[in-house]
C-alpha cells in the first residue's frame, strides 16, 4: 500500500459502493443521525466478519455477549494475544479501532437517517493505523459475503431482538439487500483461502497468536455453519399456512392465542412440537425455555423481493441441526427444490469468494 504523505488525500483509503436493494434497517437509526446508521452497519458488518473468521478456523469474540468479549480479564490489550482477530481490527476496550468509518452518498456526504430502497451508498474505511493486507481481504470477503448471500443492517439482521413486541413486525424480512456494484481501486492484494486460514488462526510470525475466544453461546456462527439457498424463499401465504413457519416448525395459524398486557400470542409464536430440539434451536428458542418468551434469534432468514435479491439463507449447529436437515425440511416447502445443485454450503461459497479474487490480483 503506498504511503499516505498529505492526510487531506488519503490514498490508503478503501470504499464499497453498494445500492440498497431493500431499505436497510438499522435499528434506532429510523431516527434520524448518521451515527446510528453507521454504529448500525458496522455492527452488521463486524458480525458477519467474525463470522467468515470462524469459518476459516479462527476464534472471535462477539462484542455483546458479556462474558466472554476482549480483553479477556485482567489482559491487557495493548498484547495481540489479549485480543481475538476481530478485535484487532475493529477494536475492543482499550484498543481502539483501526479505521474510521463513514456511510457516504456517491458524493461523498455523510448519510444521515435510515437508507432506503434503490439509494446508493458508499461504506469508506479510512485507515489510523497500518491495516494488514489480510484484514482488507477478510473486509472485502465480507462484504463480497454480505452482499451476495446474506444481509446487511443492524441487529434485527440474526441477532436476538432485545424488544419482543417487535418480532413480529416484517424487519426479520425484506431488509438488507444490496448489490455490490465498486470495490476498492486500486484492487486490493490477493489473499488465498490458505493464507487467510493461516492468519485467522495466529500463525506466520505472530507471537502467541490472537486470543482463543470460549465461543460456546455463538460458535454457530460461523461459515463453516452457513447455508444460502438462491433464488428461492420462505413466506406467509395467508393466515393458515407459512412454509417459513413450516421450515423453523411453528405453527402455521397466525390467529391470536392470548394477550399478556401489550403483547400478543399468537399460535405462530410456538412450535408444533416443543420438544424438538431441531425446531427449538432454528426458531431461536432458548434450551430449557418457556417456548413463546425470551430472545429470538432465528437460524433461517428469507427474502422475497426483489428478485434480483430474493435468496434463503441459514446456519446450523453441528450436533444439533444438520445441512440434511435443513435441506429436508427445505423440501417440504420447496416440491421442484434440487438441493444438490442449489444448496450452497458455506465452505463452497467460501471457496467461491476466494476464487473470484484469485482471478483478479
Ligand atoms: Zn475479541
Redesign the pocket.
Known sequence: MAVVTDTSNLIDVHEWRFTALTDIWTGDAYRRGDRLVRTGLLGSVRWWFEVVVRGLGGS????SDRWD???GPHQDPSGSSH??????L?G?TRWARKFRFEVTDPTGRPVVGAIRRNQEFILRFVPLRPVGREEWALLDLTLRLIAEYGAMGGRAVLKPSDEPARENRPHHRDYGLVRLEQTPSPPLVACCKEALREYVRGGRARQGGW?Q?EQGNFAWASLQNFWCVKDRYLARQDTTYSSFNLVLGRKQDKSEKERKGKRIVRWSDLLEDPKDEVSRWLAGRRPGGEGDTGPASKKVLSFKSPQEGRRTFGFVKPDTVSFEEIKSRLKKVWQDFRPEEEFLTGEQILDDLCHQRGGSP
Open positions: 472471535a469474540c462477539d462484542p468479549r476482549c480483553p485480543r481475538c482477530v476481530a478485535c484487532e475493529f475492543c486470543r475466544v
